[in-house]
């Protein structure tokens, strides 16, 4: 297809400001760029890098400070509504209407836009087809799970043809299998229809998918061109290390503080290590050192992280867990909802100290599981120990031992950062000099104190899970529950995260994990793969990925064989 002259989206020295609680911010800082017809170009950067202003800015929702944005031609800040009728346009929190079905969700949009009446049949036909979603018309939205919900929101604002689609991270918090659905409709439209698309996504691996990439950081553009482009300046400076006396958390640490090095990352049974050079990282006699090839998260993390800082060491306050062999144990466990098996007969136990990995596609049954395990919902059926108390028994004894962070829910919106450590301490039983010495742990160790008078719903995703964390820990857990804690985290707060929790692990915390991120899988000692509330298979990373049939297949790969055997079968 023969590009047109025009841009499908132009920026020009874009400039963008909020004022919030007294500070001002910097959203936008002089960006120029253009976006090409024809082609999915991924808009990636870290946590308040300006990817959902530039995305308001674009679809004439916002209005610049400086500077100005055109979409075909038309300039989105005097021209919006005729901007507006030409865009489809998919914010992160999509607004449909849970209590309306699928049909009428499309009907309602179709309404918005004013698609003619007679268009609709055939047009709601081929979306809800391509999306899957033609069995579910009747379905209310509020019943799909969280990928089905994603394919909706992208149908609805697909009912009038776009020429531009602005997608701002359709992907978050949606399982591998549904990720690779919405991202087989787009490169259908893209294909078939000659579709522009503009993409925001803080999963790295999916701007290898795009056709070019624009990194921004703290408003400014950083780097723009295809992802190919972007990893040649990395070729030669990574690096597989394995060692035979250290443990893959403890080799990781020791990288990270070695001259020359970018970045360490656990993968699997390996540390996966970016260098300033192409120089391999100082070698021992019990390490095993072999090149890698690069991929875009390398060139990303180059680009913004610089050298690597040491690794922070949480100062938990005694030395290592007080819990030692088998903390939890799961047998034939049961949950019911009516005639519904949400969890089915599952078994498995961890031991002291593991990363436990309990991974799924949306509605698999983790999340229920994970109430069960912190004594917040009651089994139907099965047995449940954890911290040596059977659940079914003693739920408030072992809560005593566990901490629990979720990204949705462990916060309280309303409260400043300050407030909910005090509310986290009083609900663990801290007061007094102990309540205060902690809290006082959390502002030093998680760098908390330049926020702790902001509204918690009004940090960000970064400082969200830095809190969140905090507040879990500040009764010093011996076991502890993370469901999908970095969800929509860019990288380098993952990374920072993935440290303190290593750290932990190190120290005998156990921790058990739920994600849709299937790098952080590898992270993990064992992982367990669940599907309709049962468990698939259990395993090390390594293991699970031999099982797979593919050729060097990625974690990814392995979960979707699983997955969609288990759905063929």
């Known amino acids: 297809m023969q590009e047109t002259l025009t841009p499908a989206l132009e920026a020009s020295s874009l400039s963008k400001t909020f004022l919030a609680g007294g500070r001002r911010t910097t959203a936008l800082d002089d960006v120029s760029f253009g976006v090409r017809h024809g082609i999915v170009t991924g808009l990636i950067g870290p946590d308040a890098a300006g990817k959902s202003t530039l995305m308001r800015l674009a679809a004439g929702l916002l209005i610049p400070d400086s500077g100005s944005i055109r979409v075909a031609g038309l300039d989105a800040t005097r021209q919006s509504l ?7 346009y998919m914010p992160q929190r999509f607004g449909l209407y ?3 079905s699928v049909q009428e969700n499309l009907d309602l949009y179709s309404d918005l836009q004013g698609v003619p009446i007679e268009d609709r049949p055939a047009r709601h036909e081929e979306l809800l087809g391509m999306a899957g979603l033609d069995p579910f018309r009747k379905r209310l939205a509020g019943k799909l799970s969280g990928g089905m919900k994603q394919k909706l ?24 299998v549904s990720r690779r659905e919405l991202w087989s409709i787009v490169y259908r439209l893209v294909k078939e229809r000659g579709t522009s698309v503009l993409l925001s996504t803080a999963y790295l691996d999916e701007a290898e998918n795009c056709d070019e990439v624009i990194l921004l950081h703290e408003g400014r553009l950083l780097a723009k061109g ?30 990270s503080r070695a001259p020359g090095v970018i970045d360490a990352l656990i993968h699997g049974d390996h540390v996966r290590v970016v260098m300033e050079s192409q120089s391999p990282p100082a070698s021992r006699p019990d390490m095993q050192i072999s090149p890698l090839l690069p991929r875009f998260e390398d060139s990303f993390v180059t680009l913004l ?52 990995g309990l ?10 599981t994970f109430r069960m395990l912190c004594g917040l919902l009651p089994p139907s059926g099965g047995k449940l120990r954890v911290a040596g108390v059977d659940l079914r028994h003693a739920a408030s004894k072992a809560r005593a031992k566990i901490g629990y962070m979720s990204q949705k829910f462990s916060l309280y919106g309303n409260l400043s950062a300050l407030e909910n450590l005090r509310f ?3 609900a663990y039983g801290l007061s007094g000099k102990t309540g205060t010495e902690r809290i006082q742990w959390a502002m030093a160790e998680f760098s908390l104190s330049e926020v702790k008078d902001t509204v918690s719903g009004d940090l960000s995703l970064g400082y969200k899970q830095r809190l969140a964390l905090a507040c879990a820990l500040m009764h010093q857990p011996d076991i502890l529950f993370l469901d999908e804690p970095t969800s929509g985290v860019d990288p380098l707060a993952r990374r920072e995260f993935w440290r303190r929790i290593n750290e932990l692990a190190v120290r005998g915390v156990t921790v058990m994990v739920t994600t849709h991120f299937m790098e952080e899988a590898e992270y993990c000692d064992r992982l367990a793969i669940m599907a309709s509330g049962e468990i698939l298979k259990i395993g090390t990373p390594a293991e699970i990925k031999a099982g797979a049939k593919s050729e060097n297949p990625s974690m990814e790969d392995a979960f979707v064989e699983l997955i969609q055997a288990r759905e063929s079968a």
């Not at 690794?311 to 049961?334: D, R």
């Not at 991974?359 to 229920?368: E, H």
């Open 424 to 426: 986290f301490g009083a």
């Open 82 to 88: 005729e901007v507006q009728s030409s865009i489809g």
């Open 305 to 356: 992280k610089g050298p690597a800082s040491p690794v922070h060491a949480i100062t938990q306050g005694k030395p290592v867990s007080a819990m030692t062999g088998t903390v939890i144990e799961l047998e034939n466990l049961q949950r019911r909802f009516g005639d519904f098996y949400a969890v089915k007969n599952v078994s498995f136990s961890v031991s002291q100290g593991e990363v436990f």
């Open 98 to 100: 849970e209590d309306l």
């Open 226 to 255: 295809t992802p190919e482009s972007l990893r040649v300046p990395m070729n030669g400076r990574v690096f597989a290390v394995k060692s035979d006396s250290l443990s893959k958390r403890s080799l990781q640490a020791t990288l």
């Open 153 to 176: 929101g992208l149908a609805c604002a697909l009912v009038r043809q776009p020429s531009l689609l602005l997608l701002d991270e359709p992907t978050v918090g949606v399982d591998p």
């Open 359 to 368: 991974l799924g596609a949306n509605g698999a049954g983790k999340s229920t």
